[in-house]
């Protein structure tokens, strides 16, 4: 047996934590409502930017750079070993370079302009990259129509691509300052790479608009707490060259205060009352990505003219779906994973304020007949590019997010009802991967058995390998080949190589990769690198049906011997690594 897509989808995303990024109108209304553009201070500039984030448009936009240029830019990519192995030592790295190119957007043409791939790992893709385009890269205070940056996501986890506009309007409706958002129809070199969604960067200029002091530290929160010791991993995205990030070190130390002293510490750090609308609204849209329930995908902006920390969303696509999430079966109405929301909720007094918070906001806020006239008015915009002849399952996508909306009163009404649901998990390990041994191997099998019910009965091998200091014992080896049947769009196809191992104790440790296809070949050697290959163990318990994420190959080599795509063909090779294990 093997692990089933919403197992498989739950235990990869928490192994990865993850995160937090043309011109064709057709289907665009021929009058669009005027520009929403956000109240600014009196004596501010005129804010240009409200027509390029019209919610009833989709921007078109054309970049144009060497192919070369373009080349490199499209398959950079990070390394997981990289990321985790700085445990807490600080930010996790970028690897993403600017390039220069020449930029259009509705038909507004600027030269030198710097652009770079975005990401963080779930989001990567060497096809149809999200991309930042920064037009004073390289020409001081160059802007279009008022902007400096441009941030187009590819909406590679959401293929439905209305979870982040439709989460950032629901923020904004609670009175959250987020970023504005609509859609974009990309093109490169003349190449259309379809739809992107396109939300506002969070810097000075959003600052301004939202904030009466734009001056302040702005930090970007990846896998990232106010505990000791972990208040490197917050990317300041203001003020860098003084690099005074003192301002976060008195937050961590109002968390560490014991109950009785918790809010007076609190008060004059944070906005408590603001962050509990924050928090109750990741909650309404089950943003199970963000800082509540992932301490990711979040800013903390430092506002001088109030002295108080306030939060900001990001990297919303994880939202607005009712499985194939680490919620499944766990409670709707309250997560405290961060410590902060850990804190609030385990004090009875902000516990109780959060709830009110969560039902006032349910009751003003989540209007289901609103929220689904949205959802029509987006599909209506978005089909004709992103799925024109319905063969990508687009509208199933977004009928799910109808039954979200739907649901989601119900949900949290009927956990509320019974009080409070308690909060008992413990706060998390550091997001660091700690080796844990080594495993090798070989496979033989044929092609098309991928997701064969008895791998046993389709293919052969061997395990050999340590985990924790302890051999593994191993028993009867089947093997299995083929596409993977549980990858769908916009994810890419993959070649599937799965290895079951029965063990003394009675479990099966299953290995599986997978393979880029464009790199699976015969008498190939290929780099166990979390970009073309990827590979993972799993324990399957047959007594209680459960999978557990036992380890993640850090590195090492899968060698294909013979590696053919058609049905019934061999399949052979071996594989050799080290395993880490995942604190998630």
């Given amino acids: 047996m093997l692990p089933g897509r919403r197992l498989f989808v739950h235990l990869l995303l928490c192994a990865l ?17 005027p520009p929403q553009v956000d109240a600014a201070p009196a004596d501010a500039a005129p804010d240009l930017t409200g027509p390029l984030f019209d919610p009833a448009r989709v921007i078109e936009v054309a970049v144009e750079l060497p192919p070369a240029s373009w080349d490199m830019l499209r398959v950079q990519t990070r390394s997981v070993a990289d990321i985790f192995g700085n445990c807490l030592m600080g930010p996790f790295p970028d690897p993403f370079t600017y390039f220069p190119a020449k930029v259009t957007i509705d038909g507004q043409t600027l030269d030198n302009v710097g652009v770079r791939k975005k990401g963080f790992l779930g989001s990567l893709d060497d096809v149809k990259p999200s991309l930042k385009v920064k037009f004073d890269e390289y020409v001081l205070d160059q802007r279009l129509a008022g902007l400096r940056s441009f941030t187009l996501n590819n909406s590679r986890q959401d293929p439905s691509f209305l979870h982040q506009c439709l989460s950032y309007q629901t923020f904004r409706a609670a009175g959250v300052p987020a970023p504005r958002c609509n859609f974009a129809r990309v093109r490169v070199n003349g190449n259309d790479l379809g739809l992107y969604v396109h939300v506002e960067a969070v810097n000075k200029d959003f600052l301004a608009r939202n904030f ?42 109002a968390l560490a205060r014991p109950d009785p002293q918790l809010l007076g510490a609190l008060d004059p750090l944070l906005d408590v009352d603001g962050f509990l609308t924050f928090w109750a609204t990741e909650m309404l849209v089950a943003h199970w990505d963000g800082y509540a329930s992932n301490t990711n995908n979040f800013l903390a902006y430092h506002d001088p003219a109030s002295g108080l920390f306030q939060l900001i969303p990001w990297g919303a696509d994880a939202t607005f779906v009712n499985g194939d999430s680490p919620w499944s079966g766990g409670p709707s109405s309250v997560q405290a994973t961060g410590l902060l929301a850990r804190r609030l909720y385990l004090l009875p007094e902000t516990r109780d304020r959060y709830v009110a918070r969560l039902r006032s906001l349910l009751a003003a806020t989540w209007k289901e007949n609103d929220l689904l006239a949205e959802v029509d008015r987006m599909e209506d915009l978005v089909t004709p590019i992103a799925d024109p002849d319905g063969s990508k399952g687009l509208a199933e996508k977004i009928e799910e997010v109808r039954g979200f909306v739907r649901a989601r009163r119900g949900q949290i009404d009927g956990e509320l009802a019974a009080g409070p649901p308690p909060w008992n998990e ?146 052979t090779g071996s594989f050799t690594g080290n395993l880490i294990k995942s604190p998630f």
């Fill in 17 to 33: 934590a993850l995160a937090a990024c043309g011109d064709d109108t057709t289907g665009q209304p021929d009058a669009p409502p």
């Fill in 212 to 253: 009466a002091d734009a001056e302040g530290n702005l930090y970007e929160g990846t896998l990232s707490d106010f505990r000791p010791g972990w208040t490197a991993t917050f990317e300041l995205k203001t003020n860098e060259l003084v690099n005074d990030r003192t301002d976060l070190e008195p937050v961590v130390d």
């Fill in 426 to 571: 413990p706060l998390r390990d550091p997001p660091c991967f700690v080796p844990i041994g080594d495993a090798s191997g070989t496979f033989s099998t044929t092609w098309g058995t991928a997701g064969a019910p008895n791998p046993f009965a389709t293919g052969s091998g061997t395990l050999m390998g340590t985990v924790n200091g302890m051999p593994l014992a191993v028993g009867m080896v089947g093997a299995t080949a083929g596409m993977d049947p549980n990858v769908t769009p916009p994810d890419p196809p993959k070649v599937q190589l799965v290895q079951v191992a029965t063990l003394a104790d009675g479990t099966a440790a299953i290995v599986v990769f997978q393979v880029d296809p464009a790199l699976y070949a015969p008498a190939t050697d290929l780099a166990i690198d979390w970009g073309g290959v990827m590979g993972l163990v799993f324990r399957f318990t047959p007594s209680t049906g459960t999978f557990e994420l036992v380890a993640i190959f850090s590195d090492g080599t899968l060698h294909l011997t013979m590696a053919s795509m058609t049905d019934g063909a061999p399949v």
